[in-house]
């Protein structure tokens, strides 16, 4: 079982930056393939970027390459998101979620994902 805490949500401007952090529960946390997701009312939970076990390799959503970095600390159980260049349509709740490797393709569905944050609203301001 994983528990994961997201925090560093908040408001900012148009062309800001923000950085969100996800916290791990428990000793295993390099053995989970990590993702952030985000997800508006009314609309699919979507993919942000995924980071693997080790952080050597990730792979971004079109929109958000080039202007978000995804990283972990294994030693302190912590997935962060760095947010830069961010547009109001970055606006949504964001949320990091774990799942065990499987090979293969880049984990980009929340199907996928076994354990799940409780998110943390983002708002960008035009």
């Known amino acids: 079982q994983v528990q994961l805490e997201e925090s560093g949500g908040g408001l900012a401007q148009a062309g800001g930056s923000l950085r969100l952090s996800c916290t791990a529960s428990?000793?295993?946390?390099?053995?989970?393939?990590m993702g952030w997701f985000r997800h508006a009312p009314g609309k699919e939970r979507e993919f942000v970027a995924v980071?693997?076990?080790?952080?050597?390799?990730?792979y971004y959503e079109d929109n958000v390459k080039g202007r978000f970095t995804i990283s972990r600390d294994n030693a302190k159980n912590t997935v962060y998101l760095e947010m830069n260049s961010l547009k109001p349509e970055d606006t949504d709740v964001y949320f990091c979620?774990?799942?065990?490797?499987?090979?293969?393709?880049?984990?980009?569905?929340?199907?996928?994902?076994?354990?799940w944050g409780q998110g943390t609203q983002i708002t960008v301001s035009s």
């Open positions: 428990g000793r295993t946390f390099s053995r989970y393939v």
């Open positions: 980071i693997s076990l080790l952080g050597s390799n990730s």
């Open positions: 979620a774990a799942k065990k490797p499987s090979g293969g393709a880049w984990a980009k569905s929340s199907y996928e994902y076994e354990y």
